[in-house]
């Protein structure tokens, strides 16, 4: 396939793989916006496709690892990076470059005056500009109440100190019911504004199921080189901790991309919902296909994800967003993270 097509270009690198992953990602991120204009809400766009393809990567690593037989440890570290990158660096970032205010005009300081000049409609369309703002940050509360309710059950199953065949079950379970509930409520919106998706909405989304496969086909030929590498940072060791940032990587690009389009909804959904894939579905599926002991750190992790997912819910209840001095407190926490798991 595509490894084996590089290999007859003598094009074998890991630069080369890693270019694809790249390139792959900001096709994917630029067919994802034109689904903004084909029926989807950007909150819906956040919480049904972008996860599904950014978390492609997690889902496959688990393949991957149980394939080979790889420690529990390197899904378990993939899946925690993952979600604390995400709730931490990746919301934090775009808060404090140019703030993330979902309610225009809510916040204060510069970002806020910018947003409300932005965002201020003309007489009769103000009433259903501050309408959607309500809508979607109500929608960004209960998907932030998803990711407390998933983490806080993955907390109490691991206090066992393991992961069994059950509680993979019943994780995915919990997804599966998520995403259901999340499929008849965009259905329900489509029906309201009678709105259905055309034949364009459908060539994006095979355009973006490809590009999904050349981050499969890329990822899978990156994690069997770093599994090779017996030495330095690069190397099979840490294999947990970098597999989960080249896997955030495509939610890194979606961060920066929608903040700086000023899209706060889709930033926080991208990132909230990309979540959902690791902690419960990846986790859920490894416990069940291999039953795991899950590590003393993976405990605090947890516990760090569910203090970010409190604050967010907070700023957005309080402030219509995540202000500057938020984002940079995320940042500290996962600047904490990073040297408690890598260098303490």
Excluded at 66 to 81: E, H, I, K, S
Aim: charged content about 10%; proline content about 3%.
């Amino acid at each position: 396939m595509l490894p084996d097509l590089i290999d007859s270009l003598s094009l074998t690198h890991p630069v080369t793989f890693f270019a694809i992953f790249l390139i792959a990602s900001l096709l994917m991120l630029w067919r994802l916006e034109a689904m903004l204009d084909q029926g989807l809400e950007g909150t819906a766009l956040g919480t049904l496709i972008t996860p599904y393809c950014s978390g492609l990567g997690n889902i496959l690593f688990v393949f991957i690892l149980v394939q080979r037989g790889g420690p529990a440890g390197d899904v378990l570290t993939n899946c925690l990076v993952n979600n604390v990158t995400n709730l931490t660096l990746l919301l934090g970032v775009p808060a404090v470059l140019w703030g993330l205010q979902v309610m225009p005009g809510a916040g204060g300081g510069k970002a806020g005056g910018k947003a409300r000049g932005k965002a201020r409609p003309k007489k009769s369309g103000g009433a259903a500009a501050a309408t959607g703002a309500q809508i979607n940050r109500l929608s960004l509360l209960l998907t932030l109440a998803a990711v407390l309710f998933f983490t806080g059950a993955t907390w109490l199953m691991a206090q066992d100190g393991r992961l069994g065949r059950t509680d993979g079950f019943l994780l995915i379970g919990l997804f599966l019911f998520w995403q259901s509930f999340q499929v008849f409520d965009v259905m329900k919106h489509n029906v309201k504004r009678r709105i259905s998706f055309g034949w364009r909405f459908y060539a994006d989304a095979t355009v973006v199921l490809a590009c999904a496969w050349a981050l499969y086909e890329s990822t899978d030929w990156l994690v069997a080189w770093i599994s090779a590498q017996k030495g330095g940072f690069v190397s099979a060791e840490h294999l947990g901790w970098l597999s989960g940032w080249l896997m955030v990587l495509p939610n890194a690009l979606l961060a920066l991309y929608w903040g700086w389009k000023r899209r706060a909804d889709v930033v926080y959904t991208s990132q909230v919902g990309d979540g959902h894939i690791s902690i419960p579905l990846c986790l859920g599926l490894y416990a069940v296909l291999m039953p795991a002991s899950v590590p003393a750190a993976f405990a605090s992790g947890l516990l760090l994800l569910l203090g970010a997912g409190v604050l967010h819910a907070f700023c957005l209840l309080i402030f219509g967003g995540l202000p500057r001095w938020a984002g940079a407190l995320l940042v500290a926490a996962y600047g904490w993270f990073v040297w408690d798991g890598l260098i303490a």
